[in-house]
């Protein structure tokens, strides 16, 4: 095991499920990634060995068929995911932030439903607050929900939902004005839906259309798509949690879920640059010795480990704080905007020290360069981030004159 990013305090359970995932992440994903990513292809076969492994319902309880795991497990896992290859730890974190949400919020009927084939792997979920025009503006949704009798009519377009192709449930956030007087605060007037599909491209279920996979230019093999909806129904018995206008704090408690999720991301694509510059320093070799005797790099090294390690000291402790029950949005969001910032200068330092080779899609770094920037934006911007960081810095620290 390498010296970096260890994590105290861990159970002999948390470590054996942690060994495995390593073991598998070597011996599965490192060695298939690349040639996978360049080609876009969805990693159907890692993504069965993680089902068989139970990862799927590694945070849902066991009395659903789940694992029961805290979300430090998970996200130590999702870390080790990220390591070997930053697609499929999305796929995994779409299908949590559902289960989570369910967990969390849903009604016993739903939970008996959708929890222990989501723990089993057989039900995969996905979910959706963007918007082609919002971006983090969530309040500004603007798909909507009519109520219909025992049913709700939704209309819209959704945006950059991950695993919008292979998911067969998305929690899809919408506005509902039932029971909302004019005027009511935005926030106060969103429902999340459980929306059941097929998976696959094109019209999935009567009135709901997943157009195709977004080209883009890195986070490939997992599909990133848009979700259109043209009259499509959904019984009333799938609004999350059984009440309407609560979607917007249902989803908020899930992406505090998925900041936590992202940092641990960011923690492991840097300690695999890390792994990948710290080794090429010592192969390469100029001026008559290797790299890495090299004052200039030795200080690269130095400060790129650093940041991993400090990246991942704020993602376990935004992880145990979430664990313990108390509020961690403050530490969800320093979390997720050091890992993702230090994330993607370690891989930067990475790429200079393997010079012009680093710019040949034969080796790894190529890969992580064009990885690293998708988790400056996913699970809101830096900008955002910093947003929420100032707001609860001035609640904590108000001034009492």
């Known amino acids: 095991m390498a010296r970096l990013a260890q994590t105290a305090g861990l159970t002999d359970i948390q470590q054996e499920i942690l060994s495995t995932v390593r073991d598998f992440v070597d011996k599965e994903i490192i060695p298939v990634a690349t040639e996978l990513e360049h080609r876009d292809e969805y990693p159907q076969q890692i993504v069965d060995g993680l089902k068989e492994l139970g990862l799927f319902g590694l945070m849902i309880p066991e009395e659903y068929g789940g694992l029961g795991e805290s979300l430090l497990t998970y996200a130590l896992c999702v870390e080790e995911i990220a390591r070997g290859w930053m697609s499929v730890s999305g796929i995994i974190n779409t299908h949590f932030i559902v289960a989570y949400m369910l967990k969390q919020h849903g009604t016993q009927e739903q939970k008996d439903h959708f929890l222990p084939k989501m723990a089993a792997g057989e039900i995969r979920g996905a979910f959706s607050m963007s918007e082609p025009a919002l971006g983090s503006d969530v309040s500004a949704i603007t798909s909507k929900a009519v109520r219909d009798g025992d049913e709700y009519v939704l209309n819209g377009q959704k945006m950059w939902l991950t695993n919008g192709g292979t998911s067969t449930l998305v929690a899809v956030l919408v506005r509902s004005d039932e029971g909302h007087p004019e005027g009511t605060a935005p926030h106060k007037s969103m429902t999340t839906f459980l929306v059941e599909k097929e998976a696959g491209f094109g019209e999935v279920r009567p009135g709901l259309t997943i157009p195709g996979k977004i080209d883009k230019m890195g986070y490939k093999g997992v599909d990133t798509t848009e979700l259109i909806m043209d009259g499509l129904r959904i019984p009333a018995n799938r609004v999350l949690g059984g009440a309407t206008g609560r ?155």
């Open 247 to 401: 979607g917007f704090y249902q989803m908020m408690d899930g992406v505090e879920v998925g900041r936590v999720n992202v940092a641990a991301r960011g923690c492991g694509v840097a300690q695999r640059a890390f792994e990948l510059g710290v080794s090429y320093a010592q192969q390469r070799h100029t001026f008559g010795k290797p790299i890495a005797q090299h004052q200039a790099i030795q200080f690269k090294l130095a400060e790129m480990a650093t940041k991993v390690e400090a990246a991942h000291a704020m993602m376990v402790n935004a992880a145990r704080k979430k664990d313990s029950g108390e509020r961690n949005d403050l530490e969800a969001g320093m979390a997720k905007y050091l890992a993702s910032e230090y994330c993607k200068e370690v891989v930067e330092d990475a790429f200079r020290i393997h010079g012009g080779y680093g710019f040949s899609k034969e080796y790894e770094i190529e890969r992580l360069y064009r990885e690293a920037p998708m988790l400056l934006i996913g699970e809101g911007t830096a900008e955002i981030q910093k947003m929420i960081i100032g707001r609860r810095l001035l609640e904590e620290y108000k001034f009492q004159g």
